[in-house]
Every structure is written in C-alpha cells, then in structure tokens.
C-alpha cells in the first residue's frame, strides 16, 4: 500500500492557527523611541554639536534632542551642521568659544543664553548665530524649531531681540551725534582685535588666536577706523587706550 505521508515542504510548514515565533530580542525596536524615529531617513537629519561650558547643561540638551528623529546628536569628533551652545551671559570668553565652535563645527549656529546685552547683539548675530533661545524658554519644542530653521538659513529670534535689532540696524544708518555712544565706542569684537594689535600681533597671528580669518580681522579693523575716523592701526591702538577700552 501507498504512504500518504505529507511532501516534505508540507511536512515543515507551520499550521495557520499557530502563534508565530516570538522575534530574537536584537531585531525589535524598543518602545521608548518615538513612533517615526526608526522611518526618519538618516539624510533628511541635521546634524547638531551641543557645546556648553558645564557638563549639566550639556546633557540636560542632549537628552531632550534625543528623542527627536530630525535631529542627529554628533560625537565630540563629528562634524555638524548646526552648533548649539549653551551660555548663561556674553563674556568676552563665551564669545570667543562662540566665535571657535562655529568655525570648527558648524557654518551657523543657535545660541541659547541667560540673557544678552544691546551692545553685544550686532556682534553675536556677525559671529554667525543663526537663532537665539532664552533658558528659560529653552524647550524640547523650541530647540528642535531654531535648530531647524538654523539648518535651513534661517533666522529665529525672540521678539524682544528682534526688535533692538531693527532698531540697531536703523540707527547705524545715522550719522555723527544721533548714533549712540556704544557704535562710537568699541564693540567687544573690535577690542579683542585692536588689543593684539598692542600686543604687536600682526594680521595672521590675530586671525589664529581668535579663531577668525584674516579677511575678517582686515574688515574689522577697517571697519573700526573709519567708523571713528581714525588714520591707522597706531591711531586705533591710541584711541582704545585714551578710552580705557585696553
């Protein structure tokens, strides 16, 4: 008598009422992500450096970007398209690590910061800071919107900056007494430069230690002397000496 034993790919194949073998641990997403973070296609993300001066607010950042698919975090060594950093007030040290993140790191950056002076606005927004965030404004939300706008060549400010700075702007259109003592006066960017040219820096080695190119150290400085009328780099260094500037 014949075998009616099953083919053998009959034999093998599971019933259609039997539950289906639970997946191997490593292949599953884990569920704390969120839904679209494993979808989002890994080019469509902008890839950001978070920079601050204490670890704390460092990770505090980091951590709430995490769980953003359209934001990649960088490593240390990576490089990034948007630097974000991290200050309580404008410094001369916190705009020089401005001034170094964002041509080491990233072409624009967003600064999130305590709180910013009138005088310094004009310098940070020269400084290549695409958006600024208040602390204490400083969303999960809020990043990931100046991030994104940063990326895009975008600007993003809070209303209350952007106000002083249309206002700026209009009054650096006037001339001689209706301009404000501070655009008569130095602004920190132009102190840092005519200070190492006390110091007997040349152009180049001015450009090195503040991390700018020697065409912006040129356009500083000429900006500067003809701002104030001023024959040469000797008559600069003179004028921020009488001023107690250096």
């Not at 964002?102 to 709180?115: I, M, N, Y």
Request: proline residues 6%; hydrophobic residues 35%.
């Amino acid at each position: 008598m014949r075998s009616h034993r099953a083919p053998e790919h009959v034999r093998f194949c599971r019933s259609a009422t039997e539950p289906p073998a639970p997946e191997p641990e490593g292949n599953r997403v884990s569920s704390s992500l969120p839904p679209s973070a494993a979808s989002a296609p890994p080019a469509s993300r902008v890839r950001v450096a978070v920079n601050a001066s204490d670890p704390i607010s460092r990770e505090g950042v980091r951590s709430q970007l995490r769980r953003h698919p359209e934001v990649e975090l960088c490593e240390d060594s990576g490089p990034a398209t948007v630097a974000l950093l991290i200050e309580d007030v404008l410094d001369e040290a916190a705009l020089a690590r401005l001034r170094r993140t964002v041509r080491s790191e990233g072409s624009r950056a967003v600064l999130v910061v305590g709180t910013v002076r009138e005088n310094e606005l004009l310098d940070v927004i020269e400084c290549g800071v695409g958006a600024i965030v208040w602390r204490r404004e400083a969303t999960a939300h809020r990043l990931v919107q100046a991030v994104m706008t940063t990326a895009k060549g975008g600007g993003d400010l809070p209303s209350d900056l952007l106000g002083r700075l249309i206002s700026q702007v209009g009054r650096l259109h006037r001339t001689g007494t209706d301009q404000p003592t501070s655009f008569r006066g130095l602004t920190p960017r132009e102190v840092d430069v005519v200070r190492l040219v006390a110091e007997g820096l040349d152009t180049t080695e001015i450009a090195t230690k503040l991390s700018y190119s020697e065409r912006t150290v040129k356009n500083v400085m000429h900006g500067l002397t003809t701002r104030l009328h001023l024959r040469n780099r000797s008559h600069a260094v003179a004028y921020a000496l009488r001023e107690g500037y250096i």
